[in-house]
Structure formats: C-alpha cells, structure tokens
C-alpha cells in the first residue's frame, strides 16, 4: 500500500539545537510533497512544498526541506530551533495531479528553553 | 478572506445520534476535504470533492456521507454517530493537486 512514514513521532530538544525529521513516502513516479505544522490548539498551517526544480527548498521560520528522489525522502530540517518551534510536524505527499494527500503519523516536537 | 470556516468547533453526541459538520471556503477553490485526526494517526482522508458536483470515498469513508453544497460548501454527515468517531475533523481546501488550506477544526466526541 501506498504510505508516507515519519520516523520519530516524538522529539525533543534544547533550544539552539538542530533539528532533523525523517520523511519517506512509497509512491513511484511524480510526486508533490509537502511539511505541515500544527501548533498547539491551532489547525494546520505548511510549512514548505516541493512539486520540482531545486531538491532543496525553504520554507517559513527558517525551515527547509531536501527531496532525494533516489531515497524516496523529504526530511526536513531547522539549523537551530526555538521554544516557539513546539509543535507536530507532518509530511504529506500526493501523486502529481492528483488531488488526495496522504499523511504521515506526525512527529511531535517539544523544545525546552 | 476567512479562508476555511468550520462549524461547530466542539460537539458531543450520544451513541446513535446524527449530525452534519459544516465547511466554507471563500478562496474560490474548486476542490474540497474531509479529514479526522486520531493520536498516532496522522490526518486520514474521508471523502474529497474534486469540483462542484462531484463527491469521492478517501481512506475512511464508513459511516460518513457527504454533500457538496455549492462550489463554496462541503458538509460531512454522520447518520447514526459511534464512539470509534470521536475525534477531531478538519475540512480542507484546494486548486487541484496545489496545497490545500485547513480549517480550524471540529472535536467530536461521541459517547
């Protein structure tokens, strides 16, 4: 079956730290991709997307994202995180030019001060 | 622009009982989503709607009908609510496979 795994469901890190989540997906072919966050009592908010071009793209609060075709990956990255950065993270890939997203289970981050 | 709009924001039903979660959107998408998000889970796909008129099952469409109102409205009826359907619903929409845009979300707990 067709899935998108997140490695880590649960993080947490100090301030300052760096930070990595793991995203694979098993589809074949075109794939849109795509990092959402969800703070805290609010709804899902992306983060960044990637349809084609440069592998690597940014994203919002210093976020970005590499797309190894290859590897089936798109983790997404953060040199140096914030309290402000406690959330979940979810990736999510479609097929190109389809509309159906599938989710991976999210990660929760926790960021100590 | 209000973006996504839900309605309501909480809700708790007995064992039994129906309902209808509403969805609005003003940013002239043509598509349209229903979600639930359980711990663990990740969001799971219930019923889309690729343009006006047109309705399709997603991942967990058991025990949910949809109804796409006009190209704005997107409604997701529970006929004779369970407990396995207490959780958090969120309505999304999108210009075809581009991001789709969340709504704030619907906690329902069924008891």
């Known amino acids: 079956a067709q899935s998108v795994s997140q490695h880590n469901h649960h993080v947490i890190l100090s301030e300052a730290a760096s930070l990595e989540l793991g995203c694979n997906y098993s589809?074949?072919?075109?794939?849109?991709l795509f990092w959402y966050v969800q703070y805290p009592g609010q709804h899902l908010q992306l983060l960044l997307k990637?349809?084609?071009?440069?592998?690597l793209v940014k994203g919002i609060k210093g976020f970005e994202a590499e797309f190894i075709k290859s590897k089936f990956s798109f983790n997404l990255r953060k040199p140096s995180v914030q309290w402000s950065d406690t959330a979940e993270y979810f990736c999510?890939?479609?097929?190109?030019?389809?509309?159906?997203?599938?989710f991976g289970a999210g990660t929760r981050l926790a960021v100590h001060p | 622009n209000a973006g996504v709009t839900q309605t309501p924001k909480f809700q708790v039903l007995k064992t039994g009982q129906s309902m209808t979660l509403q969805c609005a959107q003003d940013?002239?998408?043509?598509?349209m989503y229903w979600y639930r998000q359980d711990p663990g889970m990740g969001l799971r796909l219930i019923y889309y709607?690729?343009?006006?008129?047109?309705?399709d099952k997603g991942e967990v469409p058991n025990g949910y009908n949809v109804s796409r109102l006009n190209k704005r409205e997107f409604s997701l009826r529970l006929e004779s609510a369970a407990p396995s359907q207490t959780s958090v619903y969120f309505c999304?929409?999108?210009?075809?496979?581009?991001?789709?845009?969340f709504g704030p979300g619907t906690r329902l707990l069924v008891l």
């Open positions: 990637y349809f084609s071009g440069d592998p």
């Open positions: 999304a929409s999108s210009e075809a496979s581009e991001t789709q845009y």
């Open positions: 999510a890939v479609n097929k190109g030019g389809y509309n159906k997203l599938i």
């Open positions: 709607s690729a343009s006006e008129g047109t309705t």
């Open positions: 589809y074949g072919g075109t794939v849109n």
């Open positions: 940013m002239n998408h043509n598509s």
